[in-house]
């Protein structure tokens, strides 16, 4: 289990999104858990970004 904090920036690349994505994540109600370090800084938790990934996942239903 790795449970490294990354900074906004690396949590945006790790997903494929920008951090301005993330930052309207966190303001409009967070779908994608953060940490917030003392008053101002926000990370990440690499294992909490590949459960959102996980939850995310969709599986083919066969459309035609």
């Given at each position: 289990?790795?449970?490294?904090?990354?900074?906004?920036?690396?949590?945006?690349?790790?997903?494929?999104?920008?951090?301005?994505?993330?930052?309207?994540?966190?303001w409009?109600?967070?779908?994608?858990?953060?940490?917030?370090?003392?008053k101002?800084?926000?990370?990440?938790?690499?294992?909490?970004?590949?459960?959102?990934?996980?939850?995310?996942?969709?599986?083919?239903?066969?459309?035609?």
């Amino acid at each position: 289990m790795d449970d490294r904090l990354l900074n906004t920036k690396e949590a945006a690349r790790f997903l494929g999104v920008s951090a301005a994505f993330l930052e309207r994540d966190r303001w409009a109600g967070p779908r994608i858990p953060f940490v917030r370090v003392g008053k101002h800084a926000v990370r990440y938790r690499l294992t909490e970004l590949e459960a959102y990934i996980g939850r995310q996942t969709q599986t083919s239903r066969g459309w035609r």
